[in-house]
């Protein structure tokens, strides 16, 4: 359990910082995702950054319980898996993140829902300390 803890005040306030990024920088979000997913380098060297990161949290946190804890589980297996797809298939990134970027709901939708779930694992996080 010390682990869950330690692992949700990580994630937990930089979830909360990039979902407030978003939602108060609408506009900004799908032009930073357009000049990213522009280069192929760039979409490579994330790759190379989340699939050390995802084995990572796998390795010390694959916990699949039906409590709180499992989101880091999942975001451990979703940035590894997303890390394994920018290295192997950048094109397809591409094409996908390039179709999600321009609904209009994206940064809100995104925005939010990073929001919420890094408040969900602070308030856990920093709860368990008490």
């Known amino acids: 359990m010390q682990r869950s803890h330690y692992l949700a005040k990580l994630m937990g306030p930089v979830f909360m910082a990039i979902g407030a990024g978003m939602l108060l920088n609408r506009p900004i979000y799908p032009v930073m995702a ?16 989340a699939l050390p990161l995802g ?36 094109q397809l990134v591409q094409r996908v993140g390039g179709a999600i970027v321009h609904l209009a709901a994206a940064p809100l939708l995104g925005g ?19």
């Open 34 to 49: 357009d000049e990213f997913l522009a280069s192929y380098a760039f979409i490579y060297l994330s790759g190379l950054l």
């Open 55 to 90: 084995i990572a949290v796998v390795l010390a946190h694959n916990v699949w319980v039906a409590n709180w804890r499992v989101i880091i589980t999942v975001f451990g297996w979703l940035a590894m898996l997303g890390g394994i797809f920018r290295i192997v298939y950048p």
């Open 112 to 130: 939010t829902l990073l929001l919420v779930l890094g408040g969900v694992l602070s308030y856990f996080g920093y709860r368990g300390e008490a």
